[in-house]
């Protein structure tokens, strides 16, 4: 199985601050890569498919970069409603999750 | 509007059975692949199980095959997950989710599975 090594594990920011979260596939995924944000006792909500495509609804400050094996979710300018935990995702075999990026309020 | 309800969770002694199901509303239910995600409490999220279109073809995690079986019923559009021999390891929120435009672009609220005796 691809493993994902997301990073950090936990990050602390405020609101207006710019926010990037790292993940790094243990092999090429061909920007089979979608990004998640998750809220207390929620279902994961779609960001971003296929490394850069911004899931429909899903604001603008939200973007995502890479290639091969590493990748990039970027929050341009926090906002308070984008605390929570965030996932990468890779589907290019069989589908993993990274461990999840915990963003909370400085 | 897209929806996937799941039911069927609960509290369950290990080696029993349980049944999920997963009501799907919004698309054309028959023309997408569905699947079953689950998250340990506190833990990170894990694919379990998946299913094409027609129910053809099915697939699952090394830990759970022999054990799960995944199914639909097409003109109910409804998804379901049959989890037999349970151990405490299967304890999580189980989902369902299907691809309608990427893998796992829609999910539903969730349902617990607790195993324990």
């Known amino acids: 199985d691809i493993q994902m090594t997301q990073s950090p594990s936990l990050l602390s920011a405020s609101v207006g601050d710019r926010v990037t979260i790292n993940c790094k596939a243990s092999?090429?995924?061909?920007?089979?890569l979608n990004w998640y944000q998750q809220k207390l006792g929620e279902a994961p909500k779609l960001l971003i498919y296929?490394?850069?495509n911004l899931q429909t609804g899903i604001p603008s400050r939200f973007s995502g970069s890479g290639s091969g094996t590493d990748y990039t979710l970027t929050i341009s300018s926090l906002q308070p409603e984008d605390f929570g935990t965030y996932f990468c995702?890779?589907?290019?075999?069989?589908?993993?999750f990274g461990a999840g990026t915990k963003l909370e309020l400085k | 509007e897209v929806q996937l309800v799941e039911s069927g969770g609960g509290l369950v002694q290990p080696g029993r059975s349980l049944k999920l199901s997963c009501a799907a509303s919004?698309?054309?239910?028959?023309?997408?692949?569905m699947h079953w995600i689950r998250q340990a409490p506190t833990k990170g999220l894990e694919w379990v199980a998946s299913?094409?279109?027609?129910?053809?073809?099915?697939y699952y995690r090394d830990s759970v095959k022999g054990r799960f079986t995944i199914s639909r019923d097409n003109a109910k559009s409804t998804l379901y997950l049959q989890m037999d021999s349970l151990r405490s390891e299967d304890t999580a929120t189980y989902y369902c989710?299907?691809?309608?435009?990427?893998?796992?672009?829609?999910w539903g609220q969730g349902v617990m599975v607790t195993v324990s005796s």
């Open positions: 919004g698309f054309t239910f028959s023309n997408y692949g």
């Open positions: 299913i094409s279109p027609s129910g053809g073809s099915t």
């Open positions: 092999q090429n995924i061909n920007k089979y």
């Open positions: 296929n490394t850069n």
């Open positions: 989710a299907t691809d309608l435009t990427t893998r796992f672009d829609y």
């Open positions: 995702f890779q589907h290019n075999s069989w589908p993993t």
